[in-house]
């Protein structure tokens, strides 16, 4: 079958305590951060992915210094601005959004040009929203009509900047904030909520910030050029992996789950509240806070019968990239879902939003699509008894995997194309559902 996966059968039920991998957004953070850090730096359970392994890569290829152990990864960071960038820089950020936009801000100061190239799926992604800002810092940036490749040539002496950041994104509050770091003076953000491992990360290296909570935004104030300690780093369980096996569990039979040491930082609960609202009993057990995170182990449980939900936008930043199995989760509810404000999903690896009402047709499911909502019609009784193929979807991983836990729990025959994508986001993932049919 080499890279395509059938599933021809339903799960039966289950009851199994699972470690997911290391959080993604975490690895890359820890890892970027640590290469601005003076010293050695230790991580462990960091992300193997090919997301993170890219990370490692271009640092390396920046000069940094960088060993990857079984169960550790050292960074010898150089300090603020420490790179050792030799002429005709390229790197290659591969599959990864949050790593080309992130790397950006850190780069603002290069004496070379460096060029940043990524696979297809990325190539076709929108980077004016990183350029635009980091240009105000004083860089100077070639883009390919706003995407990859893209040219950035720093500048000697960084302004800081005033910015507001109004999509709720991560990656583009992250990037002004790396750079802001590298910047004497005042960077102040205003930013739509979204999620916030930078800041906790920032607040735990003491570098000058304030946060400034309002209602619907926030008002983020730093101060950068300030020397950083090396920091030693144990990186929690991904929610955003772990969803596929609460949604397995919510929509299998007679089944439980319990998924150990999962980071549940409010900015990245959405889909804990989402089901939640549908009928679906999460319980959080050990809850920790380690270094600003929130860390706890999640039991979810199956459930008779789930209500659908006409989705409050402000809970979309929070579970951006679990919609596409929110979507299976009401496709099975009892009656109409409602979700709106979703335009960014259309941003993703794939066109997310597009690609979930796809999947949803190719099911038997109704849905009525915009560019920024969908309406899908659940049906409770629904059994799927036909051939499903899903391919050339610009091997988005998280396709990939909600592809699989709907095969594993609507019935059909499912053929689904490109088992290689797991490796940008969770390599182990087959392997857990493996350990599950034991
Ligand atoms: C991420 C932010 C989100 C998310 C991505 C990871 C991050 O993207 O979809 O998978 O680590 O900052 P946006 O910032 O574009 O919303």
Known sequence: ????????????????????????????????LASQCVGKSTSTNLLKSEDVLSTINCLKKLGVKISLFKNKCQINGMGLNGFKIK??????????????????????HSKNKIKIVGDKSLSKRDFLRVTKPLEKFGAKFKTNSGKL??????????????YYEKKGSAQCKSAVMLAALNTEGQTIIKAKKSRNH????????????????????????????????????????????GSFFIVLTALSKNSKINLKNVNINPSRVGILKIL???????????????????????????????????????????AIDEFLLIFLVAAKAKGVSYFKDLSELNQKESPRLKWGSKILNLMGIKTITT???????GNPDLKINKKIIIKNYLKDHRIFMTSIIAALTFGGEWLIHDKDSIKTSFPSFLKIIDKLKK
């Open 87 to 108: 002429k005709n820089t390229i790197l290659n950020t591969g599959n990864s959004g949050t790593l080309a936009r992130l790397i950006l801000g850190l780069l603002v």
């Open 149 to 162: 490749p893209i040219i950035i040539k720093g500048v000697k002496k960084s302004r800081p900047i005033n």
């Open 198 to 241: 930078s800041e906790l990360l920032f607040k735990h290296l003491k570098i000058p910030i304030k946060i400034i909570k309002k209602n619907k935004f926030e008002l983020i104030k730093i101060r950068g050029k300030k020397k950083i300690k090396s920091f030693n780093y144990k990186i929690p369980s991904d929610i955003s992996s």
């Open 1 to 32: 079958m080499n890279n395509k996966t059938l599933v021809k059968n339903t799960i039966k039920p289950f009851n199994k305590t699972v470690r997911i991998e290391g959080d993604k957004s975490l690895s890359i953070r820890w890892a970027l």
């Open 371 to 377: 560019s920024n909502s969908i309406k899908i019609f």
């Open 276 to 318: 939640r609202i549908m009928g679906v009993r999460i319980l959080l057990k050990n809850i920790t806070i380690y270094k600003g995170e929130k860390i706890a182990d999640i039991h979810v449980e199956s459930v008779k019968s789930l209500k659908p939900i006409n989705c409050p936008s402000n809970l979309n930043s929070a």
